[in-house]
């Protein structure tokens, strides 16, 4: 159980391009879904975190107006990078998570972001 | 603000040594520590975690430990395997801010 699905796992676009992931819990309800990044190397950064039909709170230094993340639903959340360019280029991987987080999460496969 | 502490960065053992990552916490409102394993490009897979009420918790060669006053929490790798390696991931959850914080992570070479 505990499955998360996130898609598309690898992105390759153009600068100025706008690109959703999404996330979804296939078997259970995610009251709350935490957006990460990770650089080469490096650790899980929380962006934001996602809690359903509410708005997201976002991390200090990540712009909410440049990643827009959306959580419609129990076990849909969607990050939209608006208007991407070659610093955004990252490994984007998101995690859901059932009663506020207060039980753990379980990741998605993550999206390889790639801006030309 | 919070922040995780984890040591070392790099870990090299020989096969069958023990293996031990360290992580110190700040928010004293964590009450969840879990540790991942990420083989690269890939998820973070949740190997071992403890709650708050909990001193130590064991599942086969892997061991956690959590001194809550102190505010530290180990992981314990014995008889390690050429397939441990990767990197490890320490991460404190916090019911304050209802969020996880992440260790810098710590790259493990178990040499054959």
């Known amino acids: 159980g505990a499955v998360v699905s996130q898609h598309p796992s690898r992105v390759i676009c153009k600068s100025g391009t706008s690109v959703k992931i999404e996330c979804r819990s296939l078997d259970f309800q995610a009251t709350t879904m935490f957006w990460y990044r990770q650089f080469p190397k490096q650790s899980l950064m929380l962006m934001a975190t996602s809690n359903e039909g509410s708005k997201a709170t976002y991390e200090q230094g990540v712009e909410k107006d440049k990643f827009l993340i959306n959580h419609a639903s129990l076990t849909l959340s969607t990050l939209t990078v608006t208007s991407a360019h070659p610093e955004d280029s990252s490994f984007y991987i998101c995690?859901?998570?059932?009663?506020?987080?207060?039980?753990?999460?379980?990741f998605g496969d993550g999206t390889r972001l790639s801006i030309l | 603000g919070e922040n995780v502490e984890q040591h070392p960065s790099t870990l090299s053992v020989q096969e069958g040594d023990s293996a031990v990552i360290k992580c110190t916490y700040s928010?004293?409102?964590?009450?969840?520590f879990p540790w991942y394993k990420q083989e690269l490009g890939k998820r973070p897979q949740l190997i071992i975690d403890i709650r708050s009420n909990v001193g130590e918790k064991k599942d086969q060669r892997i061991a956690v430990t959590l001194n809550k006053t102190a505010k530290h929490f180990s992981l314990h790798i014995t008889e390690t395997q050429p397939e441990d390696s990767a990197v490890y991931f320490c991460a404190a959850f916090s019911a304050g801010t209802y969020k996880y914080i992440f260790g810098t992570g710590t790259r493990l070479k178990v040499l054959a």
């Open positions: 995690s859901a998570s059932a009663d506020r987080g207060l039980q753990p999460q379980h």
């Open positions: 928010d004293s409102a964590s009450n969840y």
